[in-house]
């Protein structure tokens, strides 16, 4: 990303949500974004995925300019947005249909998927029938079953209770740790993106810009227990008085 910016309209209102944004992903990095609510979060990611378009800067994505939607890559939301008449496997296979992918070949993959993230054994059950974690995993099944070299994640864990929300942390690291995926990651949480980046960007309020970059030196796997570390403590105590002194808080 090259100083992107965005601006919309609201109403009769014009909202300056991004501004100067430059940020580079190395292949293969896990990077969170974190701030504060209406800092621009969702709308970077976004615009990073070509879903929307930018009204300053530049995307760049394999050195070829991002000019709409990045079909190579997957995305997951703050809902799973699953068809409530469709079976876990018919959502998941949702987007064998939208691409035109062998049926043969994309139901051996979503069963791979499934049994990968806990949820195998589920196929034939309903939305209505499944955890909020449970739903999730469906969702991140469906973003992967063309098997993406970019994730895309938006907040995908903010809806659930604490203990299933760790949970899917480690699960999403897991996940990532067995693959060969860049993934942009966007949440609220400072445990979390500790947990799970390489790499933490951290953006102060509206007009949303980078405050700072933090390279995240823990090893991997990471558990729970990293957080108590002292350097995790640490940071987490530096990346709150930086939003604090930038009035996040």
Same mark, same amino acid.
């Given at each position: 990303m090259d100083s992107v910016g965005h601006t919309y309209q609201a109403g009769?209102?014009?909202i300056h949500a991004l501004e100067d944004i430059d940020l580079h992903i190395n292949h293969g990095e896990f990077v969170t974004i974190i701030g504060p609510s209406g800092c621009g979060k969702s709308t970077l990611l976004m615009i990073a995925a070509g879903l929307e378009l930018p009204t300053a800067g530049e995307v760049h994505i394999g050195g070829h300019?991002? =000019?709409?939607?990045? =079909? $190579?890559? #997957?995305?997951?939301?703050? $809902?799973?947005? *699953? *068809?409530?008449?469709r079976t876990t496997l018919k959502n998941i296979l949702l987007q064998a249909?939208?691409? +035109?992918?062998d049926p043969e070949h994309a139901q051996q993959r979503a069963r791979e998927l499934m049994d990968l993230t806990g949820i195998g054994g589920f196929e034939d059950v309903y939305p209505t029938e499944l955890s909020g974690g449970m739903r999730q995993r469906v969702s991140i099944c469906r973003a992967l079953l063309h098997d993406p070299p970019i994730l895309f994640m938006d907040e995908p864990f903010g809806a659930l209770d604490a203990m299933t929300r760790e949970q899917m942390m480690l699960d999403t690291q897991d996940l990532w740790l067995h693959g060969d995926k860049t993934v942009l990651f966007v949440t609220h949480d400072i445990g979390e993106a500790l947990v799970l980046a390489d790499k933490v960007v951290v953006l +102060?309020?509206?007009p949303g810009r980078i405050l700072k970059i933090y390279d995240v030196p823990f090893p991997r796997p990471r558990s729970m227990? =990293?957080? #108590? @570390?002292?350097?995790?403590? @640490?940071?987490?105590?530096?990346?709150?008085?930086? *939003?604090?002194?930038?009035?996040?808080f």
């Open positions: 009769k209102k014009q300019k991002v =000019t709409g939607p990045f =079909t $190579d890559s #997957g995305f997951v939301f703050q $809902d799973a947005s *699953l *068809l409530d008449w249909e939208a691409r +035109g992918m +102060g309020p509206r227990d =990293t957080l #108590g @570390e002292p350097t995790a403590t @640490e940071m987490q105590h530096e990346i709150r008085e930086l *939003l604090r002194e930038h009035g996040a």
